[in-house]
């Protein structure tokens, strides 16, 4: 699971203590609340279907496959469905394509979800054998299901946002620049990732 409350307050409470702009946005803002999935393939799957999607168009999408495969959407189902029946339930080709390479490396044995690497870049690189999951989904993956302390997804603008927005930074910082700033509160910067979601469109700032 992911990390708990008193997890993220811990981790935004030390990063707090070395970066003023963090604690003073802290006092405006509150703390955010908890991203928690749920660890495994069904995670993953929801997050091919979601691609480029609306909440309510992946929504819709979720629920004929459930009807269509089963509420538990086993990989062997999902390989052993024809092209159109995905079609049907509103998977395009190229969506099929990335749930079947998740489906064939899970149900091949040649990913283990209950086993990644311990080590937050080798598990990445596990997940993005996944085609249709890259760095960015991978990173969330191990944030939000996995409770991993120290992922710091640097790509995504919401994190850059949000530092723009803590910091008081003259523009936003590329991806570069947000890994550069974000080594100052190791191990704590996947707490961090997630204040600065909370903060990047807070009215209290």
């Known amino acids: 699971m992911g990390l708990d409350t008193d997890q993220l307050r811990a981790g935004i409470d030390r990063a707090a203590e070395r970066e003023p702009a963090i604690a003073a946005a802290l006092a405006k803002a509150g703390y955010p609340e908890p991203r928690i999935r749920a660890t495994g ?22 629920r004929k ?13 999902l390989l052993a469905a024809g092209f159109d029946t995905l079609r049907a339930c509103g998977l395009s080709r190229q969506k099929q394509g990335y749930a079947r390479s998740l489906c064939e490396l899970v149900a091949g044995g040649a990913l283990d979800l209950d086993a990644l690497p311990a080590d937050d870049e080798a598990a990445i690189a596990e997940l993005t054998r996944i085609k249709g999951i890259g760095r960015w989904s991978a990173e969330i993956y191990l944030l939000f299901a996995e409770g991993r302390a120290d992922v710091w997804p640097a ?7 949000g530092l723009h927005r803590i910091l008081g930074l003259d523009q936003r910082p590329d991806e570069k620049a947000t890994r550069a700033l ?6 704590h ?13 807070n009215p209290a700032l």
């Open 65 to 77: 496959l459930e009807e269509c495969l089963g509420p538990e959407l086993p990989p062997d189902a």
């Open 182 to 187: 974000g080594e100052a509160w190791r191990p």
């Open 41 to 62: 393939y069904r995670t993953l799957l929801r997050t091919i279907v979601g691609q480029q999607v609306s909440v309510a168009a992946a929504s819709s999408v979720w």
């Open 189 to 201: 910067r996947g707490a961090v990732a997630i204040f600065t979601w909370h903060c990047y469109d």
């Open 155 to 161: 790509g995504d603008l919401g994190v850059q946002a």
